[in-house]
Each structure stands twice: as structure tokens, then as C-alpha cells.
């Protein structure tokens, strides 16, 4: 089963939820996974990789990785206010060059009512 997931790739958010060290901290998405609900905040969460060499150009070490994070541990944040917020869907009637009328739906901000996208 596939999740929704209330965050998109390039969307601020900070991390409300998990162990001390990374609470509070806020980033930008780098990916999201949808089929397991999870997302990856740019400087946010680590892991460690040992890595051999394999070549004698090629360094051996541990690394720092990105891990990914649950999404319901995330909230957006708004671009016009700033503050961490829910977001819910308004339906917005648009219209093109030609001068048809479509409609597209667009997330916006709880608190301040701003379209987010």
C-alpha cells in the first residue's frame, strides 16, 4: 500500500519528533519515498558507513550518510510566515493562455491561509 505523504522534494520542514539530537532542526527534503512514508532532511539525521578500499585511488574510512526519517516526524514549513504548520488543500480555479479555465488543487498554510506552492 501506497502512503501519501504530506511533504514534497525541496519543501522546508523541520523535525518535530525523535531523539534529542535532531528535534528542532530544519532542512530541505532531498527525497521522499512514498511506498515506505519516509523522507530525507538535508543535514538532519546520520549514519555512519565503514567503507573498504577497493582501488588504491579510492579512500577507506567511515562516512557520514543522510538517513531517512519518518514523514509524520516532519512538519513543513511555511515560506510567508515561517513558523511550522499543517497544510490542507484549496481548490483554485486558473486560467491558462488560452483562456480556458482549470482547476488545480494547491496545499496551503493552516496558520496564515498562504498558497505554499
Known amino acids: ?3 501519501k505523504v504530506h511533504v514534497k522534494k ?3 520542514v523541520v523535525v518535530i519528533s525523535g531523539p534529542d539530537n535532531i528535534k528542532g532542526k530544519q532542512g530541505k ?4 519515498f512514498p511506498k515506505t512514508g519516509k523522507v530525507m532532511v538535508e543535514g538532519v539525521a546520520y549514519v555512519s558507513k565503514h567503507r573498504k578500499s577497493r582501488r588504491q585511488d ?3 574510512g567511515i562516512y ?3 538517513r531517512a526519517l519518518d514523514a509524520s516526524n516532519v ?3 511555511c515560506p510567508k510566515c515561517g513558523k511550522a504548520s499543517r497544510t490542507g488543500h484549496k481548490i483554485v480555479e486558473l486560467e491558462n493562455d488560452k483562456g480556458v479555465k482549470e482547476t488545480k488543487t494547491v496545499r496551503v498554510c493552516k496558520r ?3 498558497a505554499i506552492e
Open 10 to 12: 525541496n519543501d522546508q
Open 64 to 66: 557520514q550518510k543522510e
Open 75 to 77: 512538519m513543513l514549513v
Open 1 to 3: 500500500m501506497i502512503s
Open 58 to 60: 579510492m579512500q577507506g
Open 112 to 114: 496564515c491561509g498562504a
Open 29 to 32: 527534503i532531498l527525497n521522499v
